[in-house]
């Protein structure tokens, strides 16, 4: 079937090496016999090849469907319209095609199912435009999280600008790619969870009793207090949750310290979203005469 599409015989042939030189799994060599290496770089390039006859397919019963390399999402209207295609999908991948379904990973389920992921992307239904909208899967929140603990760890020690330059990257990464869908409560809790963790960052860096103290003092609390929370026995996670730390690097003060210009990405981003929410029109007509409502900015 490749060599249908790709004429030029040393592209094939490099393909073909591609597909027999083998992978490298915990420092051992393993041949490959069949398929390609999961995220290998000829596993997209192959999926468009092979699976453009399925999309060709697909058209022609008049289903409504949307893939991605070999991540695939067939729409129909019932469970028992979806459990029939899925039958006579999976025997034309089997039969025509030659290839192998994944039986664990395809299934028959609903938009609003929290196992439910495409892209990384989960949905949910709007009740109020009556449709489904994307957004962050859990999962792909909790390896955020993941990431961001790995970068925030009270023994990882590396320059202030550095720590602070990588929790950039991952975050402005993962907001444009998600940026799409609607995610303005997840962005709040991830906001929330970034400052703990930084707050976490910054007691562990201030080291001793005599720094803590000299720090607290500065972000307004009094002599006293301060002195006896800079010899704390509480650990670093509980005092960065308690209000010895919430109340001196509060929100406010927050913007001028150079931990937390990380934040203003996801700041920004909400603020675009207020901006950019649904707009009813009060008088008769308005912009789209008299079907109603301004059409949504997204």
């Not at 094939?12 to 995220?39: A, C, H, M, R, W």
Request: charged residues 30%.
């Amino acid at each position: 079937m490749i060599s249908r599409t790709v004429q030029d015989g040393d592209v094939i042939s490099l393909i073909g090496k591609f597909l027999v030189s083998g992978v490298q799994i915990n420092d051992e060599y393993k041949e490959t016999v069949i398929g390609t290496p999961q995220g290998g770089k000829l596993s997209p390039l192959l999926s468009n090849i092979m699976l453009n006859e399925l999309d060709k397919e697909l058209e022609k019963r008049g289903l409504n469907f949307v893939r991605y390399a070999d991540d695939c999402i067939i729409m129909v209207k019932s469970d028992m319209a979806a459990r029939r295609v899925m039958r006579s999908v999976t025997r034309f991948i089997e039969e025509k095609l030659g290839l192998l379904v994944n039986s664990t990973k395809s299934k028959v389920t609903t938009p609003s199912d929290p196992g439910m992921k495409f892209l990384e992307f989960g949905f949910y239904k709007d009740h109020q435009t009556k449709l489904y909208k994307a957004k962050p899967h859990r999962k792909s929140v909790e390896n955020l999280k993941y990431k961001l603990k790995q970068l925030t760890k009270k023994n990882w020690s590396v320059e202030k600008k550095f720590q602070v330059m990588r929790i950039n990257q991952v975050i402005r990464g993962w907001v444009n790619y998600f940026k799409i869908g609607s995610m303005r409560s997840v962005l709040r809790n991830i906001d929330s969870h970034l400052r703990f963790r930084l707050r976490m960052c910054i007691w562990k860096k201030w080291k001793t009793a005599r720094n803590r103290r000299k720090n607290l003092v500065q972000l307004g609390m009094n002599k006293n207090n301060a002195y006896k929370y800079s010899h704390t026995s509480k650990g670093v996670v509980r005092i960065a949750y308690s209000w010895v730390l919430t109340t001196t690097i509060t929100n406010k003060r927050q913007k001028s310290l150079d931990y937390f210009r990380v934040s203003n990405i996801i700041q920004k981003y909400m603020f675009s979203m207020k901006l950019n929410r649904r707009i009813r029109i009060r008088t008769s007509g308005g912009v789209r005469g008299r079907h109603g409502d301004v059409p949504p900015t997204r």
